[in-house]
């Protein structure tokens, strides 16, 4: 069985459309030697080593890896970050481990279960508001949107919900065994659960933004998640 090596990554100012914030990152180089010598895990090594899993935001999600072609307003994609994404959520869904994901993360999800994403929302059609609202501050909000009866978001915040929004892609066609949880004003998919998982629960938008917030009330979603992995 290969070694289980522990990394500690670096805080790194991250610049997206002017909207600063710190993440902690290792250069790939690093993984790379790692793996070169059998040092790193297999995917199934990280799948049981966890409780349960977050899937961030992140850049756009390859066209390719949906049976597409690039549109003009694309931005930027790693194909092989893709690939490695849709077998981890794989063996995520094998595992029945929580899941929960965000942003380019509920983007990846449905790909994972068979769907299709606008490669940009403006291609949702007239009437599609500006989600990738990056002029407002952290904590902010942009939109509001409907939520579903019977989700986990209508247990956690009832009926409606204020959300920020920093995203310029969604999905389009659903995939198969996830189910919409909540919309935007304008129709945009904000959130989805899977039918064939006991909790996997995504989310557009950035509930971890809140985190400034006096009254952030958004950490009920990490709560409920982290609830769900508690052995």
């Not at 481990?97 to 490669?119: E, F, H, M, W």
Request: with cysteine.
């Amino acid at each position: 069985m290969r070694p289980v090596i522990g990394i500690s990554a670096h805080p790194t100012l991250h610049d997206y459309r002017g909207n600063k914030s710190t993440i902690q990152s290792c250069g790939e180089n690093y993984l790379f030697s790692l793996e070169a010598v059998g040092a790193v895990p297999a995917l199934d090594r990280y799948v049981g080593l966890c409780d349960g899993y977050l899937i961030p935001g992140g850049i756009d999600v390859n066209p390719i890896s949906y049976g597409e072609t690039p549109h003009p307003l694309l931005e930027t994609t790693r194909l092989d970050f893709d690939e490695y994404q849709l077998h981890l959520i794989e063996r995520m869904r094998v595992s029945k481990k929580p899941v929960l994901a965000i942003c380019r993360g509920i983007q990846i999800v449905n790909v994972a279960y068979g769907g299709t994403l606008y490669q940009d929302v403006s291609l949702h059609g007239e009437g599609t508001m500006r989600h990738s609202q990056v002029d407002i501050t952290p904590g902010g909000i942009s939109h509001h949107v409907s939520i579903e009866d019977g989700s986990i978001l209508h247990r956690l915040y009832g009926s409606e919900l204020w959300t920020n929004s920093y995203h310029h892609q969604s999905i389009k066609d659903l995939g198969a065994g996830l189910r919409i949880t909540a919309r935007a004003d304008d129709g945009i998919i904000e959130a989805v659960e899977a039918t064939d998982h006991p909790y996997l629960h995504a989310v557009q938008w950035h509930p971890e933004s809140f985190f400034v917030r006096p009254d952030n009330y958004m950490l009920a979603i990490f709560e409920d998640f982290v609830k769900q992995c508690r052995p």
